[in-house]
């Protein structure tokens, strides 16, 4: 399988788009093809453990790596240690409402991203290897990315983390996950600034070639190609728990920002899995229903993002929309990057009214949005009603996607973080605090180890510069 740029530029296999984060041209990785399943494999895959069901949605998007060796990686990232669960993604209905939750958020930093973060770990430490490279990542985080990616990297040899996250706007737990780690190869730094501001400042030192290359600098930010699809697993894996006639559908509905985790079932989807719709459920910060419900999408500054009970998706523009535009325009670069000089600008892209207005109506995507209140207003009811203590995330995808409930279609609802990350709307929702695995006991008192920064990419690199190592002069 060989990787094309949504802007164009051809950018080979598999390995080599997994250690770059933006193509040169400035657009996302994306495979020249999307290969399909049948529905007979489809049915032969229901029996497979959840690796060997990895194995088989992915292998397709990655030739470049030996079949043994990728069943060996996945059997090693997807483990009853790592995610606390034999089936590792639990598909639970929530009574007999037609509502299932996908539990996503059992694996080592209790949020959805360590699904594909720890499979990143396994794959990145097997390619480096291979390459006798060093990999040098460079992130930002609005709190689940930041931990997972740390926890999948910890100790790694040929891997250091730096990590950018907003100072002061995570909760007190996502801050302990990660400034309570004290392996030299993980570097936090809090910037005062919003998330855009972190991903502009990485943005920027990716800009600068010269640096990039002397100090191994890639990514593993939600534009990560391997992410992306490595969550597409999971929406076959909940899609098959159902035991559904052949070729009925489901809708499943997933709390959204970035927009990797919903582009991801649109992949699946793509691949011919039968999901019916994807809503895309959005808090305050609503970009995206913005679009999906007036045909415009307007990206909003970073002073205009707003601070939410729903940090996770406080985004003012979702780095991997593009994908999802550039397949809605038939794989045309061209038109893809017309839209993008424009998204640059922070000028409106209106799709209304346009056959690539009817392309999206056809996709199946729908949106909804959520509010404080309702997210404290649905972690209430689903919990009196069901016994079940949610996070505000997952409250949002619940909140949205009820209402888009069918007769007699299930909606899969993502659990994309457990309530312990979120204790304190937890508690404002129920008047209770719920627990967290004992690993995480006392995490808050912890020593930390982080550093504050300006918003300002020559600190940045200058901080690079005194702590990593340079690559020898050729
Ligand atoms: C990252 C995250 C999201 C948003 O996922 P995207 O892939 O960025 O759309 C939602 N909920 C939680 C808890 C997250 O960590």
């Given amino acids: 399988m060989k990787y094309v740029s949504t802007r164009g530029a051809a950018l ?25 399943v049948t529905p007979a494999q489809l049915e032969a895959w229901r029996a497979l453990s959840y690796a060997d069901l990895a194995y088989e949605v992915m292998r397709p998007f990655i030739t470049d790596i030996p079949e043994g060796d990728l069943r060996t990686l996945l059997r090693n990232t997807y483990t009853e240690e790592a995610f606390h669960s034999p089936e590792i993604t639990p598909l639970t209905p929530l009574g007999d409402s037609g509502l299932y939750l996908l539990e996503l958020s059992n694996g080592p930093s209790l949020a959805f991203k360590d699904m594909a973060m720890q499979f990143l770990g396994q794959v990145f430490e097997y390619v480096l290897e291979a390459r006798g490279e060093r990999l040098n990542i460079l992130g930002a985080t609005s709190g689940d990315t930041g931990s997972a990616a740390e926890y999948a990297m910890l100790g790694k040899a040929r891997v250091n983390v730096v990590m ?11 801050q302990a996950q990660m400034f309570s780690l004290q392996e030299p190869n993980i570097f936090n730094l809090a910037v005062e600034g919003v998330f855009d501001d972190c991903q502009d400042l990485v943005k920027a030192v990716n800009a600068d070639a010269d640096f990039k290359a002397r100090y191994d600098i890639g990514a593993v930010n939600s ?5 992306v699809l490595a969550q597409a697993v999971y929406y076959f894996r909940a ?4 035991n559904l006639p052949a070729g009925a559908e489901a809708d499943f509905s997933v709390p959204s920002g970035n927009f990797g985790n919903v582009f991801a079932g649109y992949l699946a989807k793509s691949m011919g899995l039968p999901i019916g719709q994807l809503i895309v459920a ?11 419900s007036g045909g415009t999408y307007h990206v909003r500054p970073a002073d ?38 424009e998204v640059g600008q922070s000028r409106p892209v209106a799709l209304s009214g346009t056959p690539h207005w009817d392309a999206v109506q056809a996709s199946g995507f729908r949106s909804g949005r959520s509010t404080h209140e309702g997210r404290l207003r649905t972690i209430r009811a689903v919990f009196d009603t069901y016994g079940r203590l949610i996070d505000p995330h997952t409250a949002d995808g619940i909140l949205v996607g009820q209402g888009y409930q069918r007769p007699g279609v299930p909606m899969i609802c993502l ?6 990350k979120f204790e ?4 404002e929702a129920v008047g209770q605090t719920p627990g967290r695995p004992a690993r995480f006991d006392g995490i808050e008192q912890a020593p930390k180890r982080f550093q504050v920064i300006p918003n300002d990419v020559q600190t940045l690199k200058d901080f690079i510069a005194a702590n990593l190592t340079a690559r020898e002069p050729a």
């Fill in 12 to 36: 080979g296999s598999f390995s080599d788009v997994l250690l770059s984060g933006l193509a040169p041209d400035g657009g996302l990785a994306m495979p020249e093809v999307i290969p399909t």
């Fill in 164 to 174: 950018l996250s907003p100072h002061g706007r995570m909760s007190a737990f996502q």
């Fill in 223 to 227: 534009i990560n190609w391997a992410r």
């Fill in 239 to 242: 899609y098959l728990a159902l």
């Fill in 282 to 292: 959005t808090n305050e910060n609503d970009v995206l229903h913005d679009f999906f």
């Fill in 304 to 341: 205009r993002v707003a601070v939410t009970s729903s940090p996770s998706m406080d985004i003012g523009k979702a780095s991997n929309f593009e994908r999802y535009l550039y397949l809605i325009a038939g794989s045309d670069a061209v038109q893809t990057r017309g839209w993008w000089d």
């Fill in 415 to 420: 659990e994309t973080a457990l309530p312990a």
């Fill in 424 to 427: 304190e709307t937890v508690q």
